[in-house]
């Protein structure tokens, strides 16, 4: 047993490594382990269900990295097994099944952008399929057996679709059950996860001592919340900024968030921090600097992260040329258009055609709202026809198409 001299410095190393978790559980074997400088095994999972990693995911990844970076294992398992199930954590729906096509496609895409963060070398990646494929029906009936319905339906989601009537299907049991087994295969020390993958979690701790095994450690993270501030980041909502996300994008969406969101970004994504941060605070409270500088100084460091500082110093150029200094943009697509058979083409069309709205209703709407330019010219009329000629047509601050009527 480890005295309480030993356990609290223990404990303070694992925090120590983890500054931005949320809650961190740990028994006195792992803080053992730690004390006496053995490399952990830490295990995080991803399943491929979209095909790109965001900002959100970054803040995990993070994590991994500095653990990296203290000598630890990262595993980095590729749920394209259980993917095919889907988690249905904070759903009230049952999840449609993916396909084997889309998992693979998406796996690939993961695959690449994992390591614009880890070290690949030093990173150890797997794919659940590997044993969970050769499972089989009495592997998959022992380890439901390790597991109650009753302690299932204490799951938020599990709790309340059953007491609403909403259905739930019996795969989706499954889900939480394989992402354990992950850890016991991996026998793995510690598991890395957001705070929504709490029951999970804890999971793979129930199933390890149910096999004999030392119960895993648990890293969760806060939650990331998305341009629209309420939401988490999730490419599902459309309010995500990706890591692959060109430069001059990355930049123009960091720039868009609030100034209340740009310091909970700067809490989580930031190597800014301490008493820099505090003081950033400081000045923007007493107005002796603006927070449009605080947060060109965000962007500029995520920019320079994932691509270079090269492209974050034109990223900003761009962005103050487009959106301050109301110069268009030096990459502006082009489109040669048809008029109609009168030789002339009715705005709302053509803004269409261009790809600058979805549906004529949607350029009816922005015209109305003043969101529309022809040669940097308001337009105000919905039924404006254009005649033969090259027209630099804009709809909102950022889409733009040089449009040819012929």
Not at 130 to 139: A, H, I, Q, Y
Not at 168 to 184: A, C, K
Not at 360 to 385: P, T, W
């Amino acid at each position: 047993m480890l005295d309480d001299t030993t356990f609290g410095m223990a404990h303070n190393l694992l925090s120590d490594l983890a500054p931005r978790a949320k809650e961190i559980i740990a028994d006195e074997h792992l803080l053992g382990k730690l004390e006496a400088g053995v490399s952990l095994k830490v295990k995080a999972g991803f399943d491929p269900t979209a095909p790109d990693l965001h900002l959100g995911h970054s803040v995990l990844l993070e994590q991994l990295k500095n653990l990296q970076d203290h000598g630890h294992e990262i595993i980095i398992v590729i749920g394209n097994f259980t993917a095919k199930i889907g988690d249905p954590t904070g759903k009230n729906i049952t999840r449609p099944a993916l396909s084997n096509e889309v998992v693979q496609k998406n796996t690939k895409t993961y695959c690449d952008q994992l390591f614009k963060i880890l070290d690949k070398q030093a990173t150890t990646l797997v794919f659940n399929s590997e044993w969970l494929d050769v499972l089989g029906s009495s592997g998959l009936i022992e380890l439901s057996s390790k597991y109650t319905v009753a302690r299932m339906l204490e799951r938020d989601d599990f709790h309340n679709r059953f007491y609403s009537n909403h259905a739930i299907s019996i795969h989706e049991f499954l889900y939480p059950l394989l992402q354990g087994y992950d850890s016991v295969v991996l026998k793995a020390d510690i598991e890395v996860g957001g705070t929504d993958q709490k029951f999970n979690l804890l999971m793979g701790r129930e199933l390890q001592k149910s096999y004999g095994m030392a119960p895993q450690g648990i890293i969760m993270l806060p939650l990331l919340e998305g341009l629209d501030g309420v939401h988490k980041m999730s490419k599902s909502l459309g309010n995500y900024i990706g890591i692959t996300d060109d430069p001059k994008s990355m930049f123009g969406k960091l720039m868009s968030i609030s100034d209340d969101l740009m310091w909970r970004y700067y809490d989580m994504l930031s190597t800014v921090e301490g008493d820099s941060l505090r003081e950033a605070k400081v000045r923007v409270s007493n107005s002796q600097e603006n927070p449009k500088d605080i947060k060109v100084s965000l962007a500029k460091e995520l920019v320079s992260r994932y691509w270079s500082q090269s492209d974050a110093d034109q990223a900003e150029q761009s962005f103050f040329r487009q959106f301050v200094a109301n110069e268009v943009p030096e990459d502006v697509p082009e489109l040669t258009i048809s008029s109609d058979n009168t030789g002339f083409l009715p705005i709302s069309k053509a803004i269409k055609i261009a790809g600058l709205v979805d549906s004529h209703s949607e350029a009816y709407r922005m015209i109305s709202q003043g969101a529309v330019k022809c040669n940097q010219d308001r337009v105000s009329d919905r039924g404006l026809v254009l005649p033969s000629g090259r027209f630099l047509l804009q709809v909102g601050k950022r889409r733009f198409c040089w449009v040819t009527i012929t």
